[in-house]
């Protein structure tokens, strides 16, 4: 089972910019698949982003894309999400989660605690 921090997140307003990280224990790292999701207040978890094993694939939300970058260092253990033109509309909490190596969003199972992300207007 892999283990999952996540860090990075803050309060910042909305046009600018943060980068999240997701450092995960064990030696297995390069063979999960990653994915970053997020909750907002009284809403359900919702895909943001995911990566395979090896970097090739990559798959955004629609309401994510062209704003966000998902990318992994395996040598460190660590996923990133560069998140630029931030809106209100993404503030959450956000959660780094790992599965299976192709990234399917659908497969996620391990996932660490989150770290809350706020825009304001």
């Known amino acids: 089972q892999v283990q999952l921090v996540e860090s990075g997140g803050g309060l910042v307003q909305a046009g600018g910019s943060l980068r999240l990280s997701c450092a995960a224990s064990?030696?297995?790292?390069?063979?999960?698949?990653m994915g970053w999701f997020r909750q907002a207040p009284g809403k359900e978890r919702e895909f943001v982003a995911a990566?395979?094993?090896?970097?090739?694939?990559?798959r955004y939300a629609d309401y994510v894309k062209g704003r966000f970058t998902i990318s992994r260092d395996n040598a460190k253990n660590k996923v990133f999400l560069q998140m630029n033109s931030l809106k209100p509309e993404d503030t959450a909490v956000y959660y780094c989660?790992?599965?299976?190596?192709?990234?399917?969003?659908?497969?996620?199972?391990?996932w660490g605690q989150g770290t809350q992300v706020t825009v304001s207007s």
């Open positions: 989660a790992a599965g299976a190596g192709s990234g399917s969003p659908g497969s996620f199972r391990s």
């Open positions: 064990g030696r297995t790292f390069s063979t999960y698949g």
């Open positions: 990566i395979n094993w090896s970097g090739v694939t990559i």
